[in-house]
């Protein structure tokens, strides 16, 4: 069974600050890595997606991956209050098999 | 604007009863997943089709709980008898393999309160 391993929070910053959400993951053959926002009372939205090392940017987000120390991370830029929600971080199961394993989630509250 | 769409969005019910709970997945999608959501354990996978085969339900209660997939629109999660345990949020996604990539996309889920 994998696990994903996130800091559950609250993770508290000013509106207009950088928000840094991180995840771990234990298996090492995993290959994608996905971040859902999930705004109270609704369900997962996706919001990134990366498959391969470095960072993917997307508007105000940036996906930052590192397989070596099997961890990926989510930077929200400029951060507003309409980003407070709880951010889970995503992987597939064994190769085919592509059924998410969830982390806990990490909870984030920008504050105006 | 294709979205995966789940009925009824919520249900309350008394213990013993059968509850049926439908997904439609997004045209064109492959893959059909059913999560449980509650406060204690998170985000769940209860069963995953693929192509409307069942490849797991590993993590569905066997005894109360069934996944079917009678056609490629419809996705069906059955509890019976239900149990107050079975309050949760239950969530249908659908999926799509594109080469090495792939996507999952959420429903809204049917909130289940068991009394």
Redesign the interface.
């Known amino acids: 069974q994998k696990e994903v391993e996130q800091n559950s929070g609250p993770l508290s910053v000013p509106e207009g600050a950088i928000a840094s959400l991180n995840c771990t993951y234990s298996d090492r053959v995993s290959?994608?890595f996905?971040w859902?926002r999930q705004y109270s009372g609704?369900?997962?939205?996706?919001i990134m997606?990366i498959?391969s090392n470095g960072d993917k940017e997307d508007g105000r987000f940036t996906a930052q991956l590192n397989k070596a120390s099997q961890y990926v991370s989510l930077l929200i830029r400029d951060s507003q209050p309409s980003d407070s929600a709880t951010y889970?971080c995503a992987v597939?199961g064994d190769t085919g098999?592509?059924?998410?394993?969830?982390?806990?989630?990490t909870r984030l509250q920008v504050q105006p | 604007d294709a979205r995966v769409t789940q009925t009824p969005r919520h249900k309350v019910t008394e213990m013993g009863q059968e509850v049926t709970m439908r997904c439609q997945p997004i045209l064109g999608h492959n893959?059909v997943?059913w999560y449980r959501q509650t406060m204690m354990q998170?985000?769940e996978?209860l069963a995953?089709f693929?192509n409307r085969a069942p490849?797991?339900d590993s993590g569905m209660p066997k005894d109360r709980f069934s996944a079917e997939m009678p056609d490629a629109t419809l996705a069906t999660l059955k509890i019976q008898p239900s149990e107050p345990r079975d309050s949760a949020v239950y969530?249908c996604a659908s999926?799509l393999?594109l080469g090495?990539?792939?996507?999952?996309?959420?429903?809204?889920?049917t909130r289940l309160t068991v009394t």
């Open positions: 290959q994608s996905f859902y609704k369900s997962p939205e996706l997606s498959y889970l597939p098999r592509r059924a998410l394993t969830f982390g806990s989630g | 893959t997943f998170g985000l996978l995953y693929r490849l797991d969530f999926g393999v090495s990539r792939y996507e999952q996309y959420f429903g809204p889920g």
